[in-house]
């Protein structure tokens, strides 16, 4: 199984300033065929269920603020909120879709500071 | 728009089983693969399962598997989750997730809550 190491486990931000997540995967989630990454990042808030930020490591969905930015290859990888907002406020899970089971990082709760 | 509701959690005793349903609308069921997710009270969350759109093809955690068994009615639009020998750490909100392009999960439900317990 692929294991999924999220960093730090919680980050405390002031408005306005940037929040980096960190992803490791024990093994490459490139894909040789199409040199895609298959590595998303959610957003879940209390009583909610998750919502798609970002797909193949770096294409945001539609919808969603740009202030949301994914990076890296491989096996590291960053969820960038380049400008805080309050609600920002949330669990941040990344996740690999490259083999069965599809396992999730630990998670990321950001608070403002 | 697409709308997943999923159905039929509840308490039950450990040994026991219960069936998930997550009704599917607003696009071509068939056309999709689809799982179930699950989160513990204060977790984060966990893959359960897959099955691709004709319902040949199903995958497990190893947590679940040679309990759960995942199925689907393509004429109903409807996923299951049949659970079988329940455990106190299945214990969990279920969430159903439609899977697209092998890469993300766009869609889910709002979830529905196991309890095992005696």
């Known amino acids: 199984d692929i294991v999924m190491t999220q960093s730090p486990d919680s980050l405390a931000v002031s408005l306005g300033e940037r929040a980096n997540i960190d992803c490791k995967s024990s093994?490459?989630?490139?894909?040789?065929?199409?040199?895609?990454?298959?590595l998303a990042w959610y957003q879940q808030k209390p009583g909610q269920p998750p919502k798609l930020l970002i797909y193949w490591a770096s294409t945001r969905e539609s919808g969603v603020p740009d202030r949301f930015s994914g990076s890296g290859s491989g096996t590291d990888f960053t969820l960038t909120i380049s400008s805080l907002q309050a609600e920002d406020v949330a669990v941040y899970y990344c996740?690999?879709?490259?083999?069965?089971?599809?396992?999730f990082g630990g998670g990321t709760k950001v608070e403002i500071k | 728009e697409v709308q997943l509701v999923e159905s039929g959690g509840g308490l039950v005793q450990p040994g026991g089983s219960l069936r998930l349903s997550c009704a599917a609308s607003?696009?071509?069921?068939?056309?999709?693969?689809m799982h179930w997710v699950r989160q513990a009270p204060g977790k984060g969350l966990v893959w359960v399962s897959r099955?691709?759109?004709?319902?040949?093809?199903?995958n497990y955690a190893d947590s679940v598997k040679g309990r759960f068994t995942i199925s689907r009615d393509n004429a109903k639009n409807t996923l299951y989750l049949q659970m079988n020998s329940l455990r106190a750490e299945d214990t969990a909100v279920y969430y159903c997730?439609?899977?697209?392009?092998?890469?993300?999960?766009?869609?889910w439900g709002q979830g529905t809550l196991v309890t095992v317990s005696s």
């Open positions: 997730a439609r899977g697209d392009d092998y890469s993300k999960f766009v869609s």
């Open positions: 099955i691709n759109g004709d319902g040949t093809t199903t």
């Open positions: 996740q690999q879709c490259y083999s069965t089971p599809f396992t």
């Open positions: 093994q490459s989630v490139l894909h040789s065929s199409n040199n895609k990454n298959y």
């Open positions: 607003g696009f071509t069921f068939n056309n999709y693969w």
